[in-house]
Structures are given as C-alpha cells and as structure tokens.
C-alpha cells in the first residue's frame, strides 16, 4: 500500500478529521470551487532504505499536506486534528507546520510535513 493510500484510509477514519472535512480529503488536487474545509496532500520526496546489498527495506516518504478553509482558526483545526491522527500512527511523524493565505482564491491554509514510512 502507498504512503497515500494509507494517509487517506487514516484521515478518512479519524473522526475529528471527518467531523471538519467529511470525505474531503484528496491526493494532488481538489476540485476548484469544493465545499471548504478540505485536505489535499502531495508526496514530495522518497528516499529508499538500502541494505548492503541493495534490497530496499522501506522508504521514508516525505508528503506535503494542506488544510484550506475560509478561515485560519478553520484552518488550523483541521491541522490540529490531522496532526493528533498522524502523531498516533507509529512510527509516522509531523515533522512542520506553516500557515498560509492564497489572495487569488481567497483561502486560508495550514499547511505540514510529514515523514511517512512505507
């Protein structure tokens, strides 16, 4: 299973999460004009765990995730829940935070960092 499809089946089954986004919660991109909030989140790096010979153990995949509302205090809930979802999936870390406005949308973000084992 990809660190995506294993950060979406647990967002999707985090009820504080869904209690603020519902089923909103996508990889890459959502659709322009979507009901807010939502979560849309983009692997940004991989980097195997190589063996002597090779084999790749696993890889730390490192995934940008967004919160956008209409507002920041929005915003930062939605960030707040999915960072206590992440942080009690060992051995998944958030590893930052920032905020954020987009002018030409007109939307808040709270955006973090994760390191993802896969």
């Known amino acids: 299973m990809s660190a995506e499809t294993a950060l979406r089946a647990l967002l999707i089954a985090a009820v504080p999460v869904t209690a603020l986004v519902g089923q ?3 990889s890459d991109r959502i659709e322009q004009g979507a009901v ?8 940004t790096e991989s980097a195997p765990l190589l063996g002597i010979d090779g084999t790749v ?3 730390l995949v490192s995934i940008d995730i967004q ?9 930062e809930a939605v960030a ?5 979802a992440i942080r009690a999936t060992t051995p998944q870390l958030v590893s930052g935070r920032s905020g954020g406005y987009d002018a030409d949308l007109d939307l808040e973000v709270a955006s ?3 390191e993802w084992w896969e």
């Open 67 to 75: 919160c956008w509302s209409d507002t920041r205090l929005d915003a």
């Open 24 to 26: 909103r919660i996508a």
């Open 57 to 59: 153990y696993k890889t």
């Open 80 to 84: 707040d829940a999915v960072t206590a």
């Open 36 to 43: 807010r909030p939502f979560v849309v989140f983009s692997r």
């Open 112 to 114: 973090l960092s994760i």
